[in-house]
């Protein structure tokens, strides 16, 4: 893949082309709910136990650096509040993100990849079946619908190893660590993150299935796309992520 600017300029056009494409698909039937519920079966068993896995140290070191910082500051009565903000807002759904494009989106890109070199995606083409709609879109819902389960499986283990390691490790107190809970945060906080959730799944289904489709080069050239995707999803992710927390702040009003 060159790196010139031309060359990134195009790429970035072709993929933000595609995902036009994907939303003008989006209501076109028949829906291929067979290849949805495989591909969600297949995500989600993919993914559920490293993202359980993960998320526990992301809920330790969480709960650690803020009971050690609200202890400094005198305002131990607020961890459980902070905590959970930090669960919910940020680490739930960078957490679900960086799993869903390091374990499904690699899976999507080497499927379709290994497709495309096989010239099977051209045989679809020739035979007046859209790739877009047939494989793309029930791949892009499923790992929309996975990206938000996974991120309320995070959101509950990240928040109850906060409470454990802040309680057992800290010698926090548990009633004031559970009443603390809607001092600062509030619902629309879990509504964030799912929708980042979402948002993140798409973003990631829709880089794995472009850099897949547009493969070449052989075998060789399927791994470089699986790569490539990988670090294009990441950066996109946490500039999305920057974009999303923004606007957040500005339309829903903050508890002090």
Known sequence: MSLSPKAAARHSG?????ALDVLRTLPRRPFQIR?????AWFIASVTILPTALV????GAVIALQIGSLTRQLGAESFAGAASVLAVLREAAPIVTALLIAGAAGTAICADLGSR????EIDAMQVLGIDPIHRLVVPRVLATMVVAALLNGLV???GVSGGYFFN???????PGAYLASFTTLAQLPDLWAGEIKALIFGAIAAIVASYKGLTAKGGPKGVGDAVNQSVVITFMLLFVTN?????VYF???PQRG
């Open 35 to 39: 290849e949805f519920i495989q591909q």
């Open 250 to 252: 500005q339309i829903i």
């Open 116 to 119: 495309k070199i096989r010239e």
């Open 55 to 58: 998320a526990i140290p992301f």
């Open 155 to 157: 959101s509950v283990v």
């Open 167 to 173: 309680v057992i490790m800290q010698d926090g107190t």
């Open 14 to 18: 072709s993929l933000f082309a595609m």
């Open 242 to 246: 920057f974009v999303l927390t923004a």
